[in-house]
């Protein structure tokens, strides 16, 4: 099972990123974004589930969406309007008959 995300990156406040995860090893029901700021609990950020339905924190609606291909196994999150409070390293997640599989974090940096 592999979740091999990538995007990351450093950019100004108001900025975009786009990451993305590519998924391998298991039939993922759901795929999906969290991320952990220094000092902080890992969040959910959004998820998509197979079918489409989406799920967002509620700092981020508005400004990220999260969408999926389900053909490459790939979920992706347009990051706009980004905040220094964005900053934070996300990891990619994927959900699979009850289990939470992870993948590496990629480093997000927001300067103000």
């Known amino acids: 099972v592999q979740l091999q995300a990538s995007g990351g990156g450093s950019v100004q406040a108001g900025g975009s990123l786009r990451l993305s995860c590519a998924a391998s090893?298991?039939?993922?029901?759901?795929l999906g974004w969290y991320r952990q700021a220094p000092g902080k609990q890992r969040e959910l950020v959004a998820a998509?589930?197979?079918?489409?339905?989406?799920n967002y924190a509620d700092s981020v609606k508005g400004r990220f969406t999260i969408s999926r291909d389900n053909a490459k196994n790939t979920v992706y999150l347009q990051m706009n309007s980004l905040k220094a409070e964005d900053t934070a390293v996300y990891y990619c997640?994927?959900?699979?008959?009850?289990?939470?599989?992870w993948g590496q974090g990629t480093l997000v940096t927001v300067s103000s």
């Open positions: 997640n994927g959900g699979s008959y009850g289990r939470d599989y």
């Open positions: 090893g298991r039939i993922f029901t759901t």
């Open positions: 998509i589930t197979s079918g489409g339905s989406t």
